[in-house]
Protein backbone atom coordinates (compact mmCIF):
# COMPACT_ATOMS: atom_id res chain seq x y z
CA UNK A 1 0.00 0.00 0.00
CA UNK A 2 1.57 3.10 -1.08
CA UNK A 3 0.77 5.76 1.60
CA UNK A 4 2.65 8.89 0.60
CA UNK A 5 -0.17 9.88 -1.40
CA UNK A 6 -3.10 9.44 1.12
CA UNK A 7 -1.33 11.28 3.60
CA UNK A 8 -0.95 14.27 1.02
CA UNK A 9 -4.51 13.89 0.28
CA UNK A 10 -5.46 14.19 4.06
CA UNK A 11 -2.90 17.33 3.69
CA UNK A 12 -1.53 16.16 7.09
CA UNK A 13 1.61 17.05 7.78
CA UNK A 14 4.45 17.70 10.95
CA UNK A 15 5.36 13.77 11.12
CA UNK A 16 6.72 12.81 14.22
CA UNK A 17 7.71 9.04 15.06
CA UNK A 18 5.95 6.82 17.85
CA UNK A 19 6.71 3.79 19.43
CA UNK A 20 6.23 -0.05 18.24
CA UNK A 21 5.64 0.89 14.64
CA UNK A 22 3.53 3.59 14.11
CA UNK A 23 4.10 6.78 12.27
CA UNK A 24 2.20 9.69 13.02
CA UNK A 25 1.16 12.46 11.48
CA UNK A 26 -0.56 16.19 12.33
CA UNK A 27 -2.21 18.19 10.39
CA UNK A 28 -5.85 19.95 9.40
CA UNK A 29 -8.43 18.06 7.30
CA UNK A 30 -11.98 20.08 7.07
CA UNK A 31 -10.98 22.73 9.01
CA UNK A 32 -10.48 20.22 12.44
CA UNK A 33 -7.17 19.07 13.53
CA UNK A 34 -6.34 15.77 13.18
CA UNK A 35 -3.32 13.30 13.82
CA UNK A 36 -3.55 10.04 10.87
CA UNK A 37 -1.38 7.32 12.33
CA UNK A 38 -0.10 4.80 9.75
CA UNK A 39 1.10 1.16 10.46
CA UNK A 40 1.40 -1.70 8.11
CA UNK A 41 0.40 -3.92 10.47
CA UNK A 42 -3.21 -3.10 10.50
CA UNK A 43 -5.92 -1.17 11.47
CA UNK A 44 -6.89 -3.97 14.59
CA UNK A 45 -2.94 -3.65 15.87
CA UNK A 46 -3.40 0.12 15.14
CA UNK A 47 -6.62 0.82 17.78
CA UNK A 48 -4.81 -0.64 19.98
CA UNK A 49 -2.49 1.75 20.29
CA UNK A 50 -3.63 4.69 20.09
CA UNK A 51 -5.00 5.84 23.75
CA UNK A 52 -1.74 5.42 24.53
CA UNK A 53 -0.12 7.97 21.76
CA UNK A 54 -2.90 10.21 22.01
CA UNK A 55 -1.72 10.82 25.47
CA UNK A 56 0.90 13.13 23.67
CA UNK A 57 -0.89 14.60 21.08
CA UNK A 58 -4.53 16.67 21.96
CA UNK A 59 -6.54 16.43 18.46
CA UNK A 60 -10.23 16.89 17.29
CA UNK A 61 -10.27 13.15 15.11
CA UNK A 62 -8.21 10.73 14.70
CA UNK A 63 -7.75 8.96 11.27
CA UNK A 64 -6.19 5.49 11.27
CA UNK A 65 -4.81 4.13 8.16
CA UNK A 66 -3.55 0.12 8.29
CA UNK A 67 -2.79 -2.11 5.34
CA UNK A 68 -6.73 -1.78 4.55
CA UNK A 69 -7.05 2.11 4.53
CA UNK A 70 -9.24 2.10 6.96
CA UNK A 71 -10.89 5.47 9.19
CA UNK A 72 -12.84 5.14 11.93
CA UNK A 73 -14.57 8.04 13.70
CA UNK A 74 -15.01 7.80 17.55
CA UNK A 75 -18.32 8.63 17.87
CA UNK A 76 -20.70 9.02 21.60
CA UNK A 77 -21.84 4.86 20.75
CA UNK A 78 -18.21 4.18 19.86
CA UNK A 79 -16.06 3.51 17.25
CA UNK A 80 -17.87 3.00 13.86
CA UNK A 81 -15.57 1.54 11.16
CA UNK A 82 -16.21 2.53 7.92
CA UNK A 83 -16.40 0.56 4.58
CA UNK A 84 -16.97 1.78 0.72
CA UNK A 85 -15.76 1.41 -3.06
CA UNK A 86 -15.93 3.56 -5.92
CA UNK A 87 -19.27 3.62 -6.17
CA UNK A 88 -20.28 4.61 -2.52
CA UNK A 89 -20.28 3.49 1.39
CA UNK A 90 -21.08 0.12 1.26
CA UNK A 91 -21.07 -0.52 5.27
CA UNK A 92 -20.98 1.12 8.59
CA UNK A 93 -18.98 -1.25 10.91
CA UNK A 94 -19.79 -1.52 14.71
CA UNK A 95 -17.37 -1.56 17.13
CA UNK A 96 -14.73 -4.25 16.94
CA UNK A 97 -16.58 -5.29 13.40
CA UNK A 98 -13.76 -5.69 11.13
CA UNK A 99 -13.47 -4.97 7.44
CA UNK A 100 -13.43 -1.02 7.53
CA UNK A 101 -11.61 0.60 4.49
CA UNK A 102 -11.74 1.83 0.69
CA UNK A 103 -12.46 5.06 -1.32
CA UNK A 104 -10.61 7.38 0.65
CA UNK A 105 -12.88 10.55 -0.28
CA UNK A 106 -16.17 8.43 0.88
CA UNK A 107 -14.91 7.28 3.53
CA UNK A 108 -13.57 10.67 4.29
CA UNK A 109 -17.36 12.31 3.29
CA UNK A 110 -19.09 9.84 5.35
CA UNK A 111 -16.94 10.35 8.48
CA UNK A 112 -17.49 14.13 8.51
CA UNK A 113 -21.29 13.96 7.98
CA UNK A 114 -21.83 11.06 11.08
CA UNK A 115 -19.33 13.53 13.04
CA UNK A 116 -22.54 16.49 12.40
CA UNK A 117 -24.79 14.01 12.67
CA UNK A 118 -23.83 13.38 16.68
CA UNK A 119 -23.27 16.98 17.12
CA UNK A 120 -27.07 17.87 15.90
CA UNK A 121 -25.97 19.39 13.14
CA UNK A 122 -26.94 17.38 10.65
CA UNK A 123 -30.77 15.18 10.21
CA UNK A 124 -30.00 13.92 6.35
CA UNK A 125 -26.88 11.98 4.83
CA UNK A 126 -25.98 13.41 1.63
CA UNK A 127 -23.78 10.39 0.37
CA UNK A 128 -23.26 7.69 -2.67
CA UNK A 129 -24.51 4.59 -1.02
CA UNK A 130 -23.56 1.18 -2.44
CA UNK A 131 -24.86 -1.53 -0.32
CA UNK A 132 -25.12 -5.28 -1.46
CA UNK A 133 -27.80 -6.86 -1.00
CA UNK A 134 -30.82 -8.79 -2.86
CA UNK A 135 -33.19 -6.24 -4.89
CA UNK A 136 -36.49 -6.76 -2.00
CA UNK A 137 -33.36 -6.13 0.59
CA UNK A 138 -32.54 -3.10 -1.69
CA UNK A 139 -35.95 -1.89 -2.09
CA UNK A 140 -36.68 -2.35 1.56
CA UNK A 141 -33.31 0.48 2.44
CA UNK A 142 -34.16 2.57 0.19
CA UNK A 143 -37.65 2.82 1.57
CA UNK A 144 -35.64 3.24 5.24
CA UNK A 145 -34.45 6.92 3.21
CA UNK A 146 -37.94 8.12 3.30
CA UNK A 147 -38.12 7.99 7.24
CA UNK A 148 -37.48 11.69 8.46
CA UNK A 149 -34.73 11.82 11.36
CA UNK A 150 -36.87 11.98 14.84
CA UNK A 151 -39.75 9.78 13.20
CA UNK A 152 -40.14 5.61 13.67
CA UNK A 153 -42.31 3.48 11.18
CA UNK A 154 -43.38 0.41 11.95
CA UNK A 155 -42.51 -2.72 9.89
CA UNK A 156 -46.02 -2.71 8.65
CA UNK A 157 -46.12 0.85 7.44
CA UNK A 158 -42.59 0.25 5.28
CA UNK A 159 -44.50 -2.61 3.64
CA UNK A 160 -47.13 -0.86 2.63
CA UNK A 161 -45.15 1.67 1.62
CA UNK A 162 -42.86 -0.75 -0.77
CA UNK A 163 -46.30 -2.12 -2.08
CA UNK A 164 -45.89 -5.70 0.14
CA UNK A 165 -48.61 -5.15 2.46
CA UNK A 166 -48.00 -8.78 4.03
CA UNK A 167 -44.47 -8.56 3.59
CA UNK A 168 -44.08 -7.03 7.48
CA UNK A 169 -41.72 -10.40 8.44
CA UNK A 170 -39.73 -10.01 5.54
CA UNK A 171 -39.48 -6.14 6.20
CA UNK A 172 -38.11 -7.05 10.00
CA UNK A 173 -35.45 -9.65 7.67
CA UNK A 174 -34.15 -7.15 5.30
CA UNK A 175 -34.03 -3.98 7.98
CA UNK A 176 -32.17 -6.18 10.14
CA UNK A 177 -29.55 -6.92 7.04
CA UNK A 178 -28.94 -3.45 6.61
CA UNK A 179 -25.34 -3.28 6.25
CA UNK A 180 -25.21 1.16 6.31
CA UNK A 181 -26.68 1.44 9.62
CA UNK A 182 -27.63 4.74 11.11
CA UNK A 183 -27.20 6.49 7.34
CA UNK A 184 -29.91 4.31 5.94
CA UNK A 185 -31.71 4.44 9.26
CA UNK A 186 -32.89 1.06 10.18
CA UNK A 187 -32.85 2.26 14.12
CA UNK A 188 -36.25 3.81 12.79
CA UNK A 189 -37.82 1.03 12.59
CA UNK A 190 -40.21 -0.22 15.78
CA UNK A 191 -43.02 -2.62 16.06
CA UNK A 192 -46.41 -2.22 15.77
CA UNK A 193 -47.06 -1.71 19.42
CA UNK A 194 -44.06 0.68 19.89
CA UNK A 195 -42.07 -1.90 20.71
CA UNK A 196 -38.14 -1.01 20.08
CA UNK A 197 -37.78 -4.70 18.97
CA UNK A 198 -34.27 -6.15 18.27
CA UNK A 199 -31.15 -3.79 16.46
CA UNK A 200 -28.49 -5.32 15.10
CA UNK A 201 -26.28 -2.61 17.17
CA UNK A 202 -27.35 -3.77 20.33
CA UNK A 203 -31.08 -2.45 21.74
CA UNK A 204 -29.11 0.49 23.82
CA UNK A 205 -27.57 2.12 20.99
CA UNK A 206 -31.40 1.82 18.95
CA UNK A 207 -32.53 3.65 22.14
CA UNK A 208 -29.47 6.23 22.01
CA UNK A 209 -30.21 6.89 18.57
CA UNK A 210 -34.04 7.60 19.02
CA UNK A 211 -33.37 9.55 21.83
CA UNK A 212 -30.89 11.57 20.43
CA UNK A 213 -33.12 12.18 17.20
CA UNK A 214 -35.76 13.70 19.67
CA UNK A 215 -33.40 15.90 21.11
CA UNK A 216 -33.16 14.53 24.41
CA UNK A 217 -29.91 15.56 26.45
CA UNK A 218 -27.30 12.46 26.44
CA UNK A 219 -23.97 11.37 27.56
CA UNK A 220 -21.83 9.66 25.56
CA UNK A 221 -23.57 5.52 25.54
CA UNK A 222 -21.40 3.82 28.17
CA UNK A 223 -20.30 0.71 26.31
Known amino acids: MELTPLIERLSLSKTVHGDDGFEIHRGVLAEREVVGIVTGMGTEYATVGITRLLDAVAVDHVV ?4 TGAVDDDTPIGTLGLAASERGLTRVLWPGEPGAGGDDAVLAAAAAQ ?13 LPLAPDGTPFQRLVWDQLLAIR ?3 TWSYGE ?66
Not at 116 to 121: I, K, L, V
Not at 185 to 207: A, F, N
Open 64 to 67: VVGI
Open 114 to 126: LREYFAGTRTRFD
Open 149 to 151: FGE
Open 158 to 223: VARAIGRPAASRAVGAANGKNPIAIIIPCHRVIGSDGTLTGYGGGMPTKQWLLAHERGDVQVKLAL
